[in-house]
C-alpha cells in the first residue's frame, strides 16, 4: 500500500496543512470506511447522496487514522488533528491514486466489457501469479472510487496489477484509464449491460473502448473477435500510438480460439489452434469462460509467462463468489450459483451450459429480472423465455416482474407446471425441494438487485 510523509501527500493531492501538522508524519494506506480504518491510514471523507464522510472525520481519528482530508466547502476545518484541505475529496482521491500510480514501477491490465471482466481478472492473475508478484482489484472496486483505492493498495513491489473497470455511463472508463495507465487493455465483450443509460450496444461499445484513452503508447489491446462492433468503432476513437491489437473469440478468424472442448462434472477441458499438443483445464464450466480464459492466456503469453506456467495457473484459479459458482446441498442437489449478475448475453450463456452438461437426472433453471435494459426490457425477457426448451431442461421457475415475459414464452414448450412464476423466493425453495432428487441439478441466475442467491442459501440450509 502506499506509503508517503504528509508533505508528500500534500503534494500529490495539491492540498494545505490546515493545522500546521508536522509534515514528517507517516501515512500507511487509505480508506473511506471508519468502519474498517487502520492505524495509520489517510482517511477519504466521500460524499454520497445520503451520507457525507465528513460527519464520521473524528471518529475515524479515534480510530487511528494518521490525517483525514477535508473538502474546502466544509467549514470550518476540525481542530486538533492533522487535516489536509482539498477542493473535492473524491477528485484528490483520485489526483492521489494517479501520483501514486506514476511512482510505481508496476505493469497494469486493465480489463472491462459487458460481461465476463471479472472472471477473466482472476484468471489472468491467476496466470501472471506463477511468475510475478500480483495485485487485482478485490470485489467490485471497480469504480470512479474502487479503482483509486485499489491503486493506493499496490505494494511498491509489486510487479503486475490487474484492474477490472467498471462503469454506470460514458466516460466513466476513459477517467480510469486516464488513472492506471494500463499497459494492456483488454475488452471481453459488448453486451446489453447500461443499455438504459446508453440506448444502445453502439453506445456501449464506444464506452467500453474509452479504456484505450490512458492505455501507453506501444501498449496492447486484447479484444473479442466476435464482436463485430469493436472492428467497425476502433479507427473512430481516441488511441495511443502504436497500439499492438490481438484478438480471442470463437472462430478462427481470431489470433486464438479453441479448437476442442470438453465439460466434466467440475470444469472444462480445452484446446487451442496456435498451441497444438498443450491441453489446458479450468474448474470452471462453459465455453464462455473458455473464451475468458483466451483473453488471459493471450495477455499472460504477452508478459512472458511460459506454457507450464499457464495450465498450472489455470488449474488453480479461485473465482470471485456468485459467478457459476459450483455447490453441493447436503442432499446431494447440485447448485450453479450465477447470482452476481445478468443480461441477455449472460443468461444465454448460463442456459447454454446447463443444456450441455451431461450426467444429472433433472435440470431445473430458476431466472430472475435482468435490469438496466431500458425500453426493451420485455423484449429481451421474451427472447430469453423463447430460448428454454423442454428438450434440454426439464423445470423453468421465474421470480420478478419482467421474468413474467419469459414464462409467457417458455410455457408453450413445456408440459403443464413444468414452466412457473412465483411470488416469492421461498416458494421456489420449497417447489426445487419438492421436485429434485440428488441426482439433479439446479442453475440460479439473475441480476444482483434480484438477489436470488437468497434461493441458492435456502436451498443449502434446507436439503437433507
Not at 477441458?269 to 473464451?291: C, D, K, M, R
Not at 428438450?391 to 414448450?413: F, H, I, N
Request: charged share 25%; no cysteine; net charge negative.
Amino acid at each position: 500500500m502506499i506509503r508517503r510523509t504528509l508533505s508528500q501527500i500534500l503534494e500529490m493531492v495539491s492540498g494545505t496543512n490546515a493545522n500546521g501538522t508536522n509534515e514528517a508524519l507517516s501515512i500507511s494506506g487509505v480508506s473511506k470506511d471508519t468502519r474498517t480504518i487502520q492505524p495509520g491510514n489517510l482517511y477519504i471523507p466521500i460524499i454520497g447522496e445520503n451520507f457525507d464522510g465528513h460527519n464520521f472525520a473524528e471518529e475515524a481519528m479515534r480510530r487511528g487514522a494518521a490525517a483525514v482530508l477535508w473538502q474546502d466547502d466544509h467549514k470550518p476545518a476540525p481542530n486538533g488533528f492533522p487535516v489536509i484541505i482539498v477542493d473535492d475529496a473524491l477528485l484528490a482521491l483520485q489526483r492521489l491514486a494517479f501520483a501514486y500510480r506514476q511512482q510505481l514501477k508496476v505493469r497494469i491490465i486493465g480489463i472491462t466489457g459487458s460481461n465476463g471482466k471479472t472472471t477473466t481478472k482472476d484468471l489472468l492473475a491467476s496466470l501472471l501469479k506463477t511468475t510475478y508478484k500480483v495485485h487485482k482489484t478485490s470485489g467490485n472496486l471497480n469504480g470512479d472510487i474502487g479503482l483509486p483505492l485499489t491503486i493506493l493498495e499496490i505494494s511498491e513491489d509489486t510487479e503486475m496489477a490487474v484492474l477490472e473497470m467498471g462503469m454506470r455511463g460514458r466516460y466513466e472508463i476513459e477517467l480510469l484509464s486516464r488513472i492506471a495507465l494500463p499497459e494492456v487493455a483488454v475488452v471481453t465483450n459488448i453486451g446489453e449491460a447500461h443499455i438504459q443509460l446508453l440506448g444502445s450496444r453502439e453506445e456501449i461499445a464506444k464506452a467500453k473502448l474509452e479504456i484505450l484513452s490512458g492505455l501507453k503508447e506501444g501498449g496492447l489491446f486484447v479484444y473479442n473477435g466476435d464482436e463485430p462492433l469493436i472492428e467497425q468503432l476502433l479507427p473512430h476513437v481516441a488511441k495511443p500510438e502504436g497500439m499492438l491489437r490481438f484478438r480471442f473469440g470463437t472462430s478462427d478468424s481470431s489470433d486464438i480460439y479453441p479448437s476442442g472442448l470438453m465439460m466434466d462434472e467440475v470444469g472444462t477441458h480445452f484446446t487451442i489452434e496456435a498451441t497444438s499438443g498443450v491441453s489446458y483445464y479450468i474448474p470452471i464450466l462453459g465455453q464462455h469462460n473458455v473464451i475468458n480464459a483466451l483473453a488471459a492466456i493471450a495477455v499472460s503469453k504477452y508478459m512472458g509467462v511460459s506454457d507450464a506456467d499457464v495450465v498450472k495457473g489455470l488449474k488453480s484459479v479461485r473465482l470471485t463468489g456468485m459467478r457459476i459458482e459450483q455447490l453441493r446441498a447436503p442432499s446431494g442437489l447440485t447448485i450453479l450459483n450465477d447470482t452476481y449478475n445478468a443480461s441477455p448475453t449472460s443468461t444465454k450463456a448460463a442456459i447454454e451450459l446447463l443444456q450441455q452438461l451431461e450426467g444429472y437426472r433433472h435440470k431445473i433453471i430458476v431466472l430472475g429480472d435482468m435490469l438496466e435494459l431500458g425500453d426493451r426490457e420485455n423484449e429481451y425477457h421474451e427472447e430469453i423465455g423463447k430460448l428454454l426448451s423442454s428438450e434440454q431442461l426439464d423445470y423453468v421457475y421465474a421470480y420478478g416482474p419482467l421474468s413474467r415475459e419469459m414464462v409467457k414464452a417458455a410455457e408453450k414448450r413445456f408440459n403443464p407446471g413444468k414452466v412457473k412464476w412465483f411470488e416469492t423466493k421461498a416458494e421456489i425453495v420449497r417447489e426445487i425441494l419438492r421436485v429434485t432428487e440428488p441426482e439433479d441439478i439446479v442453475l440460479v441466475k439473475a441480476s444482483r438487485g434480484m438477489k436470488l442467491e437468497e434461493v441458492v442459501n435456502g436451498l443449502l440450509e434446507l436439503s437433507s
